[in-house]
Every structure is written in structure tokens, then in C-alpha cells.
């Protein structure tokens, strides 16, 4: 359950968002600019609303009128950021223990796991310098998710990589909300990607939230009837 | 082995090491800090601190060295505290380490300063993410990004510190096994009538430290930027 009613406010930008949704799934859908990544930061902590709340099942990550406002270590979300930001002197194993270690130890078993799960097996021993795009992605997925979040916060997680890496990060993001039952707040321009995750959107215009749709409503207006046959949702195995 | 150096030679200079890695390890706690604040913090008064930190880069090193002596001689408060103490500074090695220190310090600040500013935030943010407390992120992520700028920065302390003169001698003199650091011994020796060659030996052993700690410093550095260049195995 996720709540968020806030006013954002960067130089002559402002962004008024109120969204209340019960799912797993949430994405923010919207043109670049927009304000939404700004809004994933807030969620994040590391963006200051003006005013209002979040809420995030249940637990107050942040509450103008009531002075609350944990800071980001505190509100215990997994973040992916679109430049993946992974830390270039540590390596893949580094990178993927690094929020692990904060939260109570690096769990081998966990650490398998996610590996697994990410297909990042064969890359633990190595340098972050080396890795692809998608390879780099999926490690900041990994980090995220090893550190134990409340909630996964992806910041447009498929924009800048391949067709192939596309595909491939495709099915991993499904895989994982199907495995994993955490929470996923994404954030995206790109329709197809909201459609195979999201179960629920809201569409971001225009300095609002201009509507809020579940998933089908999501797909008849926003994919075109081609798409859902051809490209990177079928190969997922997405069922569309 | 040793009879290369007269005794006092050798003196000198195991004191001149003794001074310089002293003054550099107690440098590394308050320049560490002040590095980061500055590059990280605006608060006010910020200029006059970075003024402040510069003096003694600036200042005639005679001058850093009678500001010393006013401040921790032994006829200063401090100095009188420190006497009572048992742990006088004037005409002590430790007194040579703390001008050592004083005038390089400002070399560490500048150096970690620059390498703090080129940290991408962004990994900070990211780290805070993942669940480290602000001192966290600092151990684990700003200070191993900023690690050259530790290296080069203890290096040219280091260098600076063992080549320190004037704001010694000012402050505590020349005596043998106490504050008769090799420069200082080697200023004596040129003043000697038959110090000549005495110098020139001790010039040669500064000459070999000096060569020795920049080598020293590039070697981490390079460990470092190939560790980072390596090819994914």
C-alpha cells in the first residue's frame, strides 16, 4: 500500500502528486521531464518535498505537518537509479554485498540466490569497469535487493541498453516481482516496460497526476495492438 | 655499514624520519576532516578558516616558527600546562613535529580537498540508499574514492615535514638528538670550517629520502589506477 500526496518543487518546476494504490506494482508513466524521477527521489529521501506525505505500507517515510522525515539509510528502500551508480572500487561481489553488510551480514545463501535470480553468477569476481550496461543494471538490482528493502524503487531500469539487454533485464524484472514479493515502484517512459511490470500506472502530465489506470485499462491506450505481439514483451514469456 | 655517516649524521636523520612520520600520522586525523569539511560543508566563516589553514604556506617559516614558540614555548601557558604535564613541546622532538606538522598540513588539506570535490555524490546518495549512516559512506565509499588524493597528499606532508627548517629551528633550535633535524644539521655543518663534507653527505641522504617517498607514493598511486584499468577477469 503506498500513499503519496506531495507538492515538488524544483526552480520554476512544480509537480503535484497524489497517488493511493494497493498493489505490488506501481509506475509512475510519463515523458522525460516530467517530474517523476524527481518523485522516485523523494520516496528515496533524498528530495525534500514541500509539503504533504508518503506512506509507504503503513510506515510514515515523510509528513510535513508532523515534522517527519527519515532520512535515507532509515527508510530502508532499494533504490535503482538509471546510472546504476554502482561503487568502481568494489567489484561485482563488493557491489552486491555492500547494503547487506549495513543490514546484518552478507548472507552466502542470499547472495546465490539473487545471483541466480540476475544471472550475474559468473561475473561475482569482477571489476564494474567491464560490465555492459545491462550487466551494470542488473547488479544495482542485485544490491538493491540484497539490502534487505521494504520496497524496490527502479528509476527507468531498461532506458539507454540494447535491444537484447532490454529483453533480457525484461524478464528479470518479471521473474523477480513473480519471485520475489517486494513491493515495485517504477518509474518509466517507455510503455511496454510499464506494461509487463505494472499493475497499476499512474500517468504523469502537465505538473499532476493526470490518471491513475490498472493494467489492462494501461495497455489499451497506451500499447499499440502491434506491440503486444512483437518486440520485448513476448520474448519475456509475459503472457500480454 | 654504518660508518658511512658520522654518529651525529646518523642521528640527525633517524630523528628527521622520526619527526616527518609523526607530524604525518598526526596530521591525518585533523586533515582528513578539515578536508572534508570544506569540500562538502558551507558554513560561516568558511574563508577565514581557508585562510587561516594557508598561513602557515604563505607566512616567512621564522614566522610560523615565533607564533609557535609565543603560543607553546615554555613561557607561554600552554607551554607551562605542558611542562607540568611532563610532555613540554620547546627544544623537544616533539616540539620539531609539531612545526613539521603545522607546515604540512596545509599540503594534505589542499591535496584531499580537490580529491573529495571530484566524488560523485551520487555514490554517496546511493550508499545512503542501501542503508550506510553518513559516517558509513564516508569510510566506505567517499574516502576509498578520494584514496590518491590521501597518498599524494601524505606524501608531499611527509616530504614537506622531513625538509622542515626555518619554523624549527625558531621554535625549538638545534639540539642534538631532540630538534637537530637533518636540515638543520646540515645548516650547521655548512657553518662549520671542516663541515663541508659532513653536508654534502647529508645532502645526499635528503636527496635519497625525498626520491624514495615520491617513489613510494607513485607506486600506491599506480597500484591504485591499474587495480581500477584492470580488464574484467
Redesign the interface.
Known sequence: MIDIDVRLRRGEFQLDACIRAEVPALALFGPSGCGKSSLLAAV???LRPRRGHIVLDGRCLFDAARGIDL???A?????V?Q?A?L???LDVRGNLL??AR??GGADPVALAETAALLGLEAHL???I???SGGEARRVAIG??LL?RPRALLLDEPLTGLHRAARRELLAHLVRLKQELRVPLLLVSHDAEEVAAIADRVALIGDGRIAASLDNAGFRTRHLPRDALHSSTLADTGVDP | MTDWLAPAEWQALALSLKVALVATLAALPPGIALAWWLARRRFVGKPLLETALMLPMILPPVVTGYLLLQWFGNASPVGRLLTALGTPLAFRWSGAALAALVMGLPLLVVTLRTAFEQV?Q??E?????????PW?VFI??SL??A?RGLIAGAALTFARAFGEFGATITFVSAIPGQSRTLPVAIYELINQPDGEAGALRLVWVSLAVGLLATLGASLLLARGAR???????
Open positions: 528515496a529521501g533524498l532520512d535515507p539509510p527508510r530502508q528502500l532499494g533504490v537509479f546510472d551508480r561503487f568502481p572500487h555492500y547494503g549495513l543490514r569476481p569482477r571489476r569497469d567491464g560490465l544490491r538493491a539490502s | 560523485d551520487r555514490l546518495q546511493a550508499a545512503a540508499t542501501l542503508g550506510a549512516s558509513r566506505g565509499v576509498p574514492l584514496r587495480a581500477r584499468s584492470e580488464p574484467a577477469a
